[in-house]
């Protein structure tokens, strides 16, 4: 079935595996991800390379939905600064999805392979990344998952573009979204604090990254031992959810105002208040003169590598169950009730039900999970809710994730 056919909704007519294979030679498995495999695949045709995404579907509705999402997503977006989707196949038992190669390396090992570094070539990748978040912000997208691992360069040429990749929890943006979902790190206070989300959460997520390009540390962390994941998730979220962060001495000291002023503007607490994509790309740290041409190499990279050397970071592989607990029920009981604490710093778009406080948002996130890359054979069942377009369309219709028919299919087995 051509990639142009396949759409959600229509009655099934499903693939067969052979179709697969005599268009396309699969390599091994290059990795095993939450929710899929990930192969290097030859056109037999073209003898071009592309990265090919396998989802199986017995492994369970939030697989086959985090499957279906990423297609809906990818179909509609077209941006030099984002894998395309080239095609789709889907089986019996498998969603295939063809996405381009790219070949270079991810922005951390472009840093470390570096002779001089400077705020520029940092501003250059917020550059590239925002253009993408500002097209797909235009379309209502919700990227939902931005750090430095899902950007890479496209090739190995010396000004090689960045491109962003994984589009699994990416959302349509029909109404405000509430179910938390991301990578703890690289969370907005509104996602910690379980309040109503937008757009907003992708512009924090790229400030967490300036941040970390900038200095070579995380805004937000916990020296707590490192096999102790309730605590350091703890503190996290306590710090996330107040903005706790600060311009450290001596890694900020040859770091320009303006690089910290859009930072700062980035990283603001108040979702209503944040900049947004198209007005970052404006700021004078990316549009003008105002990034230093000072080499700041030798500092950052020592940071890299001191910091992001350690497992929890490298293979923060804890992002569903800690969402599955924020989505915990709020407790009730007058330990968790401390009003000065119960959401972040500065107004925040109101949900149906306020925030938990901070107590109550310790007692969900035991984090106790290692943070270990999953084997194919023991990705989860239950990832993270990619739960249907809310109702509340600002006058926009709702774009269904799984059609009616497909859902019976599923309830029945």
């Given amino acids: 079935m051509p990639f142009g056919c396949l759409t959600l909704g229509e009655k099934k007519d499903y693939n067969s595996p052979s ?8 390599g091994q498995i290059v990795k095993s991800e939450e929710f899929c495999e990930i192969f290097r695949a030859k056109d037999k045709n073209t003898l071009k390379m592309y990265t090919c995404k396998k989802f199986l579907k017995k492994d369970g509705r939030k697989v086959r939905k985090a499957a279906k999402n990423e297609i809906l997503i990818l179909k509609m977006v077209k941006h030099p600064n984002i894998l395309q989707l080239v095609d789709v196949y889907e089986t019996r038992k498998e ?12 922005v951390f090992d472009w840093i470390l392979d570096q002779g001089y570094y400077s705020e520029r070539d940092t501003s250059n990748v917020i550059r590239q990344v925002m253009e993408a978040v500002a097209y797909l912000h235009s379309l209502r997208i919700v990227h939902r998952n931005l750090k430095l691992e899902n950007l890479v360069y496209y090739n190995r040429l010396k000004h090689s573009k960045i491109v962003i990749s994984d589009f699994h929890l990416a959302k349509l943006e029909n109404g ?82 303006s ?21 970052a790309i404006n700021h004078e740290w990316i549009s ?23 497992a929890k970071w490298k293979k923060a592989v804890r992002v569903t169950t800690i969402m599955k607990r924020l989505r915990a029920p709020e407790q009730s009981d007058s330990a968790a009730a401390s009003p000065s604490s119960a959401a972040p710093a500065g107004p925040v778009t109101p949900s149906d039900a306020p ?3 901070a107590e109550a948002l310790q007692s969900t996130a035991t984090g106790t999970d290692p943070p270990i890359e999953p084997a194919a054979s023991s990705r989860p069942n239950d990832g993270p809710e990619m739960e249907d377009p809310s109702s509340r369309c600002n006058g926009e219709a709702p774009v269904p994730l799984q059609p009616a028919a497909e859902a019976r299919d599923e309830q029945n087995g």
């Fill in 19 to 26: 179709e697969v294979t005599d268009k396309y030679d699969l």
């Fill in 95 to 106: 969603y295939f999805l063809f996405l381009e190669l790219a070949t270079g390396r991810e």
């Fill in 176 to 257: 405000l979204i509430k179910e938390p979902c991301g990578t703890p790190e690289y969370l907005a206070p509104e996602v910690v604090g379980r309040q109503r989300y937008g757009r907003p959460v992708d512009c924090w997520a790229i400030g967490v990254i300036m941040y970390i390009l900038l200095s070579g540390n995380p805004p937000f962390y916990d020296e707590t031992d490192d096999d102790d994941y309730e605590n350091h998730d703890k503190n996290l979220f306590r710090k996330i959810l107040s903005g706790d962060y600060e311009f450290d001495s001596p890694y900020w000291d040859d770091i320009s105002d």
């Fill in 259 to 279: 690089a910290k002023g859009l930072v700062a503007c980035l990283m603001e607490v108040d979702q209503d208040q944040r900049l947004t994509a198209q007005e």
């Fill in 288 to 310: 003008g003169n105002a990034a230093s041409d000072k080499n700041i190499k030798d500092g950052v990279c020592a940071q890299i590598e001191k910091n992001f050397a350690k």
């Fill in 355 to 357: 925030g938990p406080p």
